[in-house]
């Protein structure tokens, strides 16, 4: 059996445009104008804002991954789904570790039971759960197609996390980018928002470009070690046969 | 030689199947009811034995049970099958989402008896304010159908893994948030006089996505296991 040999790591062209891309967010944030009700730590609205929109990206890539993969069982979006599961789970915890930061000089505390920070904790434990099944499944395709199952229904936690906001009456303010009314931000604070949430999502593709590699490799190798032994020396040494008590080699 | 028999025959066929090795075995009646019921007498030695916390807190520690302890309906001994069964299942041709449904019939209607006996206990231990019950007729069937489309779609998904017993209520328990909180938000707008309907209808698609979820992937499902 032959393995497509790994690429050669290299610093692709996504790459370069993503670090340069964090850093004009990063200054974007930094210079832009303070917000006039809470001053600077409204700044983690530029990081809190692209993570938790990335968390639902992802998400919705890996239902996409999913049920691509059930419609044509094609590996490669085993591989899409996986690899933004674990950027979703990854960007959802930096989502909620930048948001408790973010409360506590607003709120007071770290942690309140409101309704978004509760859920958003309860989704990034939905797709823990889904990586959790995908480590206890050895063989690839039985793991793909389960694991595509369970990223298809985790993704209805989204829009309860989304506007659970607009349901319920919480400390949490109204959905800055993807609300189903007007905005309420000034232009800005807006463009510079805008900026972090394609830098951050210039990082997710390249993130992707890298794991979705890294899953076709782990699935060489998987189908590298359970192949067939090849043939050895000594195989073209055949018994002798014995016939009515006399052996003819 | 006839063909495969009509769908809702053979749901009907997986249910009655379920429920008999649920008879004989007696595993939610027997184990799965009285652990909630434990579980709503522990409550209070932890946070507390003041009746009128309890009058308040009940309704939501009963469907956190529900959805805690039901999960364990998922679990049982009696829903889990051998190779040789899925096998044996599979050969006979049966349709795998009339298996899915009729295990989410039979799922359904231990949770439900669940649901009513364990909310029993709780309204004699937590003196729970039955007003606005028959809202209930309608809450308790959404979220014990959700409950069971959840179990039954994260059985399969774990089925015959080793993790399966410890796996199955840590990915069905995240999922249930939409149903414990159309449920325990229902309660809510039952006491404060409002309108529950924005409640239900949030678990009645919840249910309708995960059937609709279970249908369209029990062949996959099927032919994985």
């Known amino acids: 059996m032959t393995t497509r040999a790994p690429t050669r790591r290299s610093i692709h062209w996504l790459d370069v445009t993503a670090v340069l891309g964090i850093g004009t967010a990063l200054g974007f944030a930094l210079l832009t104008p303070a917000e006039r009700t809470q001053g600077t730590p409204a700044r983690m609205l530029y990081l809190h804002v692209p993570t938790i929109w990335l968390a639902y990206v992802a998400f919705v890539v890996t239902l996409v991954g999913s049920v691509a993969y059930l419609i044509t069982r094609r590996m490669r979006w085993d591989h899409v789904a996986e690899a933004s599961a674990e950027l979703g789970v990854l960007f959802t915890g930096l989502a909620v570790i930048d948001g408790m930061i973010w409360a506590k000089p607003i709120w007071g505390v770290y942690w309140t039971w409101d309704a978004r920070l509760t859920l958003t904790a309860i989704m990034f434990f939905v797709y823990v759960g889904y990586l959790a099944l995908r480590r206890t499944i050895g063989d690839p395709e039985a793991r793909a197609r389960r694991a595509a199952i369970l990223g298809i229904v985790g993704v209805l936690q989204i829009p309860i996390v989304h506007f659970s906001v607009i349901w319920w009456r919480t400390l949490h303010q109204p959905p800055t980018l993807l609300r189903p009314d007007e905005m309420q931000i000034d232009p800005p604070l807006l463009a510079a928002l805008w900026i972090g949430v394609a830098a951050f999502t210039l990082l997710y593709v390249a993130l992707m470009r890298h794991r979705i590699e890294l899953a076709r490799l782990e699935l060489a190798l998987h189908e590298d070690a359970t192949a067939p032994a090849g043939p050895v020396a000594g195989d073209a040494v055949s018994a002798p046969e014995v016939t009515a008590g006399r052996s003819r080699s | ?225």
């Open chain 2, 1 to 225: 030689m006839t063909g495969r028999p009509p769908f809702w025959p053979q749901v009907v066929a997986i249910a009655r199947r379920d429920l008999a090795r649920e008879r004989r075995a007696g595993e939610v009646v027997w184990i799965t009811i009285p652990f909630g019921a434990v579980a709503l007498l522990l409550i209070p030695l932890a946070v507390g034995t003041n009746e009128n916390l309890l009058r308040d807190i009940g309704p939501g520690m009963f469907w956190v049970v529900v959805l805690l302890f039901g999960v364990l309906t998922a679990v049982r001994r009696t829903s889990t099958e051998t190779p040789a069964q899925r096998d044996a299942v599979a050969l006979l041709g049966l349709d795998p989402a009339a298996e899915f449904t009729g295990k989410v019939l039979a799922g359904g209607v231990m949770l439900l008896g669940f649901e009513v006996l364990v909310g029993a206990v709780a309204v004699a231990l937590y003196d729970i304010d039955l007003s606005g019950w028959p809202w209930l007729l309608l809450v308790m069937p959404l979220a014990a159908a959700g409950l069971a489309e959840l179990g039954t779609l994260s059985g399969s998904i774990a089925a015959s893994l080793t993790a399966g017993p410890a796996l199955i209520p840590f990915l069905v328990a995240p999922l249930a948030i939409p149903l414990l909180l159309g449920a325990t938000q229902s309660a809510e707008a039952i006491r404060q006089g409002d309108s529950i309907l924005s409640w239900i209808l949030l678990m009645a698609i919840v249910a309708l996505a995960l059937a609709v979820a279970g249908v369209l992937t029990a062949r996959p499902l099927q032919e994985t296991r």
